[in-house]
């Protein structure tokens, strides 16, 4: 009988609450295909970072179990205060507490159950989705292939019924602490309203309204950010968001008090009372939906600033098919040629050196006047630290100027299909990073470059992609004629080559354990010892000033190095995406369970309404217009926060990376992505409201 009745409860609440059970179902779906990924042997093999990726989904996962855990926590809890008082009834008619609390469970956990279950199918689909943008991304094929890894499978199930039975075991001891005094008025309870001090919270949304603006004004003129300083304004931001709310539900009820002449027009009146009575009751979980929006918001828009850095920037930093650096400038790369021609399908090699003449005015420069080093590199007076300079403890440069004969430069634009240049023979020119050269504009005026009939004059900046990432210098290059390269002495070698098809897969590795078999010679042609020859190698080794994403290799094979970086790119965009999904169906989830719980209390209403002469048309109308007021107000205040922090990030991510895209336009499609899912959700709540009103 019991069960019987368990089971009927679970039919009829699964009809009442079916976006609570959609949202677990996706969210099974979404931890069974993004587990599959962290248990996946092919790419544990694939990738020598494969270790991110565990890192990043154990992290999104911990994340989404605190919210999982809430959200059930919460429906469990909003369910049994819907049906307290049939469970007092039922006390009333002879059952015992412990029978009852053991009938709620069963049901949840039935409930729970269908929808792991539902999640589980819909996970294998979407497993394959998944694995194939994934395979995309990287460049690889990929073959449609169930992969039901039993780990994958165990960590999805024991995440899921490990918040359940938490929340269930709660809700226990809330049964053994109720009575049916209480189990009958709590719902009564529940719709209490307690008024205090309305006039003085009211001032509280001026105030956090001024708050968001200073918020905005200090994210965008604030320089000393570390991480004390940004816990504090994500903190102050929070607590802002509750005060709004707070703020708006005492302005909201002062404004009906007061009855203002604008509440009597047209459906004003009925539709405030509807929202101030929700938004009075739920202000603090209005606020941490639109914390949960917010975050779902950035997450997102973060997302898509890595994947337009992948799908623009890496083919731009590594145009040559292959790059051997070595920081013996007299190597001959014999080693290196000769496992190419057993490995790879070579059309053509170019050895070439690096210079230098004794100058480190271009690094100086740099280390100075780039906002990336702020005053690291400055005394107290302004003028440059030398010393510190001099010690090179990041790197980012080489110790002295890199310079290139024009001969080999025109070569190496040839291989990877630019044009050639002239050069006088008493000029220079500069080749850098165009993200580099946007920030520092021409200063070609405060350097002085030595030819050997005396300083060379300036002719022209050039910012193509040209592997400037500790190969062909670092950030930049001195192009001198092949005169002028004469005077100056070999700093480091490199290797060029150009491939006929794609690289082998693992030839990268390959070059690099042939490294690591090596000797290191001294210039007396003696063996080095490995401290001796590391440094050496410091001194003519740099990695430029990338930041964000930063990929210093000594032998970079290009269709082995891509793959790499978009596989280490994916670890960070598709978590950020999955914690800003399950984070938004969660906070959807809530808005439509509660609109849709209150519809029969609302049904009474809008019968009044179509009694004084509405018709069926016009009601819908209002309950439109009602759900639009519920809904709109935290996506509003989510979008104006994160709007302004994705703006700033955006930006920030542009300046270090070097992308031109405007740093609104993230946010724009990560809005646009966002609004989809929500307008789903609204249309499900609206299509059901109707429904239950209607009936």
């Given at each position: 009988m019991m069960f019987k009745l368990a089971v009927q409860n679970v039919r009829r609440s699964a009809r009442?609450?079916?976006?609570?059970?959609?949202?677990?179902?996706?969210?099974?779906?979404?931890?069974?295909?993004?587990n599959t990924l962290l248990f996946s042997r092919d790419l544990l093999n694939m990738f020598e970072t494969a270790g991110i990726?565990?890192?990043?989904?154990?992290?999104?996962?911990?994340?989404?179990?605190?919210i999982i855990a809430w959200?059930?926590?919460?429906?469990?809890?909003?369910?049994?205060e819907k049906r307290s008082r049939e469970f007092g009834i039922y006390l009333l008619i002879g059952f015992k507490k412990k029978e009852i609390a053991k009938l709620y469970i069963r049901e949840n956990l039935i409930l729970g159950a269908g929808a792991f279950a539902a999640g589980l199918v819909f996970g294998i689909l979407l497993q394959q989705i998944l694995m194939s943008v994934f395979y995309a991304m990287v460049q690889m094929d990929y073959h449609l292939h169930l992969e039901f890894n039993k780990n994958s499978l165990l960590m999805t199930f024991s995440c899921y019924f490990f918040c359940y039975l938490l929340a269930l075991f709660r809700c226990k001891r809330r049964f053994k602490k109720m009575n049916i005094h209480d189990l009958m008025d709590s719902q009564k309870k529940n719709e209490e309203i307690k008024e205090s001090h309305e006039r003085g919270k009211r001032v509280l949304l001026p105030v956090s309204l001024v708050f968001f603006v200073i918020f905005g004004l200090f994210l965008f003129c604030y320089k000393n950010w570390d991480t004390g300083v940004l816990v504090l304004f994500l903190v102050g931001l929070v607590l802002v968001i509750y005060l709004f709310y707070t703020g708006v539900s005492a302005w909201i009820f002062c404004y009906l008090r007061e009855r203002r002449d604008g509440m009597y027009r047209g459906n004003t009146l009925f539709l405030l009372r509807q929202f101030s009575a929700k938004i009075r009751t739920m202000s603090f979980t209005m606020g941490s939906l639109t914390a949960l929006f917010t975050l779902a918001l950035l997450g997102s828009a973060v997302a898509f600033m890595f994947n337009h850095f992948q799908s623009e920037i890496l083919k731009d930093k590594y145009p040559f098919d292959l790059q051997i650096n070595s920081c013996d400038p007299e190597d001959d790369f014999r080693r290196e040629m000769e496992l190419l021609e057993k490995e790879a399908d070579v059309e053509e090699y170019y050895r070439y050196c690096i210079y230098e003449n004794g100058t480190n005015q271009m690094n100086t420069w740099l280390y100075t006047h780039l906002r990336l080093f702020g005053r690291e590199y400055l005394k107290e007076d302004n003028t440059p630290d030398f010393e510190k300079i001099k010690e090179n403890g990041d790197m980012t440069y080489c110790d002295l100027d890199t310079y290139m004969c024009l001969s080999d430069y025109n070569h190496l634009r040839k291989m990877i299909g630019l044009s050639e240049i002239t050069l006088e023979e008493n000029a220079y020119a500069i080749h850098m990073k165009e993200r580099v050269f946007l920030e520092t504009g021409d200063f070609s005026g405060e350097l002085s470059i030595q030819g050997g009939d005396g300083e060379l004059s300036f002719a022209g900046y050039y910012t193509?992609?040209?592997?400037?990432?500790?190969?062909?210098?670092?950030?930049?290059?001195?192009?001198?004629?092949?005169?002028?390269?004469?005077?100056?002495r070999p700093y480091y070698a490199e290797l060029a080559a150009d491939l006929k098809g794609e690289a082998p897969s693992g030839l990268n590795d390959k070059l690099d354990d042939l490294e690591s078999e090596g000797y290191k010679y001294n210039n007396?042609?003696?063996?080095?010892?490995?401290?001796?020859?590391?440094?050496?190698?410091?001194g003519n080794f740099c990695c430029g000033s990338d930041t964000i994403v930063v990929y210093a290799m000594k032998n970079i094979v290009r269709d082995n190095a891509i793959p790499e970086i978009k596989y280490m790119l994916f670890a960070i965009v598709f978590p950020l995406f999955y914690v800003g999904l399950v984070f938004l169906c969660v906070a959807l989830t809530v808005l439509s369970v509660q609109q849709l719980s209150d519809s029969a209390k609302y049904k009474f209403r809008y019968q009044v309404l179509s009694q004084i002469g509405y018709s069926r048309g016009e009601i819908s109308g209002i309950i439109l217009k009602q759900l639009l007021w519920y809904y709109g107000c935290p996506l509003l205040a989510a979008l104006a926060i994160s709007g302004v922090i994705a703006v700033y990030t955006g930006?920030?991510?542009?300046?270090?990376?070097?992308?031109?895209?405007?740093?609104?336009?993230?946010?724009?499609?990560?809005?646009?992505?966002?609004?989809?899912?929500?307008?789903?959700?609204?249309?499900?709540?609206?299509i059901g409201f109707k429904r239950n009103v209607e009936k």
């Open positions: 009442d609450y079916l976006v609570y059970f959609f949202t677990m179902a996706v969210v099974t779906a979404l931890m069974f295909s993004f990726m565990e890192v990043m989904i154990g992290l999104a996962t911990f994340f989404i179990l605190l959200l059930i926590n919460y429906m469990v809890r909003f369910i049994l193509e992609g040209f592997s400037q990432d500790g190969h062909n210098g670092g950030d930049y290059l001195i192009i001198v004629p092949d005169a002028a390269i004469k005077e100056m007396q042609g003696q063996v080095m010892t490995e401290e001796a020859a590391e440094e050496e190698e410091l930006g920030k991510f542009n300046f270090y990376t070097g992308i031109k895209t405007p740093g609104f336009m993230y946010f724009l499609i990560s809005s646009l992505f966002f609004m989809g899912i929500y307008s789903l959700y609204f249309i499900l709540t609206y």
